[in-house]
């Protein structure tokens, strides 16, 4: 998973509960601020605004600049990725502490993989909020640039006036249109206020002022700008409710605060009320945008003008969905299967217990799987099963498919060999269906791994012999594994003359890689194996220059060869492909064996 | 002045219109040069749009023996009117009316509401008697 969407996916989660903390600390402060002005609290929510607005993006940058977490490994690999990131520098410590708890909680691997779909649902949604918003932009913007043309109307000197007192230092338009029912403000430059003629010809001059101040404050304190600024927030942090309740108490804070400023210039609150009143009932009846909801604020501005008590309603944000994002950001981090048991006994396993003597994991297209062992393990030769294994050992193995994981832990203590089965980290009771898994996946794993080879060796060789271990070396699936098998094959020394050669035919035709073949003819070069053709028919098999050469003059230098074995020595380093090493090779070999049989013919060794 | 039904004008009859508005009446051959500079057509083009947009009640025709003069039918200031308004049309239905920044909120008082809030300023204006 690529990294961005990585840290895109964590900050999406955090912000749940970051949003929810800003949400309350902003709800405690505007109630306490309650009887203060309006002003105030205006300020008070457009910081909370901005600071939701920060925080994804501190939690990004915080996460970004630490190593990520482990995506996928064992048991033991968690344990010490964690205390890597528990040493490396952390700057927030509740962030940090955080992360860390989920990181240790292997189910944070599985809320992971959904990351790719969240942040991929995340990014339509805000792409959509916002083409949307940029649609209804482009239809203001020509409406703002038509209504410019458009000769003032008589209510362009009061309205200047106004603007005068109110200290405003660009013109501000005033257009009287047909088709508008509310007096709005368009443009945050050269601002145009549209009136609409029929309501304004029903009232007296002087509560047409108290309107006009009333957007005039909006001009002067750029609500148009804020307002804008407030969609885009809406638009990128558009999945937690407490954005949207946060832009709604900016928005009815901003109308109090205009609201004061227009009764301030103009003086007569009864007026004022009554024509917001007016306004209201004098709106068109035929909706335009689906406005049938209703519950508005004009109750509680008219209250507030008119200086009365206003019911004790609080305006908080919406308990119950908050409550329920935080609630499901526990649920989603936190789970029901996160037993502060289980991770004691996850830190015990690894403790307590020998160090790991094997462990191998691999991941791929389809999936991933890994196993580790603590102590000696022997398996049945099916591999169908564990067969034993030693006190205080343990085995763990784990597979991953697409969407679900398993793991199956086996752990030996005081005679008692004790199994349990994870399926997506939640525990399993063991049934004749998990033996079934085990006895099922065990022999991939087992081969794919290398683990207990040289057991599983000295095993075939007691059952099928030397052919039963090759047998068994076919059906493994990489060179290196191929390697250590043929590497315990030599080790213990109990290879006839064919079963050499054959071994030796083997080697060279199965293993690709030159560094494992030339480990695997080391060891048997170790062995004593060495002094047959077959030896250095492999050795001639050895793709990289490199690589042969080194075993080659190794071989020189430590062992007397017969002159049947330099002939096949010397067939054997023609084959190097790099003309110098091969020069190197032969030319340490005359000064060892200067009697000249390097000239035998090419095809003595078949 | 006789009011038509203004349809609203396209582009192209808008930079007619334009014309006329400087101009005063003028002929076919008349308005056809002074659009070629910006925007180059054939002649039967402009003819053809000036006789769209008479049909349209655009532009109003005055025959004068064989020579044909045309004039704007409505002053400028009332067609650009006109296009402002229908621009307040499309910009309200939609998300548009969420950038803006208005008097009065989106969301409407109910009657029972409004009811209230006269009640209150009834009681109000009894006070300050």
């Known amino acids: ?606 | 002045m006789a009011r038509p039904p203004l349809s609203r004008p396209t582009d192209g009859e808008l930079a007619i219109l334009r014309i006329l508005w400087i101009r005063g009446p003028a002929t076919v051959r008349e308005i056809h040069e002074a659009m070629v500079p910006a925007r180059p057509s054939g002649y039967t083009t402009t003819l053809k749009m000036v006789q769209i947009m008479t049909e349209k009640g655009l532009i109003t025709r005055e025959e004068w023996g064989r020579v044909h003069r045309y004039s704007a039918a409505a002053a400028e200031e009332e067609t650009q009117r006109q296009l402002v308004e229908d621009l307040v049309e499309r910009a309200f239905g939609g998300s548009a009316l969420k950038l803006m920044v208005q008097a009065l909120a989106t969301k409407r008082a109910s009657p029972e509401e409004i009811g209230e809030i006269r009640r209150l300023l009834e009681k109000g204006k009894g006070e300050s008697r």
């Open chain 1, 1 to 606: 998973m690529n990294e961005w969407t990585q840290v895109a996916g964590w900050v999406l989660v955090h912000f749940l509960w970051e949003g929810s903390v800003l949400a309350f600390a902003a709800a405690a402060l505007l109630r306490f601020c309650r009887d203060g002005s309006a002003n105030l609290r205006y300020v008070i929510a457009c910081t909370s605004l901005a600071a939701m607005l920060a925080a994804p993006l501190a939690t990004a940058f915080v996460l970004a600049s630490r190593p990520a977490p482990p995506s996928f490994v064992s048991v033991s690999a968690f344990v010490g990725a964690d205390r890597a990131a528990a040493t490396s520098a952390g700057s927030r410590e509740v962030l940090r502490d955080a992360q860390e708890t989920l990181g240790r909680k292997v189910g944070a691997v599985t809320l992971e993989r959904y990351f790719p779909v969240v942040v991929s649902v995340w990014l339509v949604g805000v792409a959509a909020l916002l083409l949307h918003s940029l649609h209804g932009w482009y239809h203001i913007h020509r409406l703002h640039r038509a209504a410019l043309t458009l000769a003032p109307s008589s209510w362009q000197q009061p309205s200047d006036c106004l603007a005068r007192r109110l200290a405003l230092r660009s013109p501000v338009r005033v257009v009287e249109l047909k088709s508008i029912d509310v007096p709005t403000v368009v443009g945050w430059m050269r601002p145009v206020i549209l009136l609409p003629v029929a309501a304004i010809a029903q009232l007296p001059a002087s509560q047409i002022e108290a309107v006009l101040a009333h957007e005039l404050a909006h001009i002067r304190r750029h609500d148009y700008l804020v307002n804008l600024l407030q969609r885009v927030a809406e638009a990128a942090l558009f999945y937690h409710p407490a954005i949207w309740w946060i832009s709604a108490r900016v928005r009815d804070e901003r109308e109090h605060c205009c609201d004061d400023v227009a009764i301030a210039l103009c003086g007569d609150r009864d007026g004022y009320a009554a024509a917001l009143t007016e306004l209201e009932q004098l709106r068109t009846t035929t909706a335009r945008i689906g406005l049938a909801a209703t519950g508005g604020q004009l109750l509680s501005r008219i209250r507030r003008i008119l200086q009365l008590s206003p019911p004790d309603r609080f305006q908080g944000p919406s308990w119950a969905l908050t409550l329920a994002i935080v609630a499901l950001f526990a649920l989603v981090v936190g789970g029901p299967q996160r037993s502060p048991t289980l991770l004691a006994q996850a830190r015990s396993t690894v403790a307590d217990a020998l160090p790991p003597s094997f462990k191998a994991g691999w991941d791929d297209v389809t999936g991933g799987g890994s196993i580790t062992s603590t102590g000696t393990v022997v398996f049945t030769p099916d591999l169908r099963d564990l067969k034993s294994i030693a006190d205080g050992g343990s085995l763990t193995i784990r597979t991953r498919r697409l969407l679900s994981s398993r793991r199956v832990e086996i752990h030996a203590s005081n005679g008692a060999v004790d199994r349990k089965l994870y399926v997506n980290d939640v525990e399993q009771p063991w049934t004749q269906e998990s033996a079934q898994w085990l006895a099922d996946e065990l022999p991939f794993l087992v081969r794919r791994s290398g683990i207990a080879a040289g057991e599983r060796v000295e095993q075939l060789l007691l059952s099928g012999g030397v052919n039963g271990v090759l047998d068994e070396i076919t059906l493994l699936y990489t060179d290196s594994v191929r390697s250590r098998y043929f590497r315990a094959l030599f080790e213990t020394g109990r290879l006839d003359a064919i079963e050499l050669d054959t071994s030796f035919k083997l080697a060279a035709n199965v293993i690709t890689s030159s560094m494992e073949l030339a480990r695997a003819l080391r060891a048997a070069h170790t062995a004593g194996f060495w002094d047959h053709d077959g030896f250095f028919y492999a050795a001639s098999r050895i793709t990289s220059s490199m690589e042969k050469s080194h075993l080659l003059t190794e071989v020189l230098h430590t062992s007397d060869l017969t002159p049947a074995r330099q002939v096949a020595f010397a067939t054997a380093t023609r084959t190097i492909e790099s003309s110098a090493a091969r020069a190197a090779v032969l030319e340490a070999f005359a000064l060892r064996y200067p009697s000249g049989n390097a000239t035998a013919a090419p095809d003595a060794v078949r």
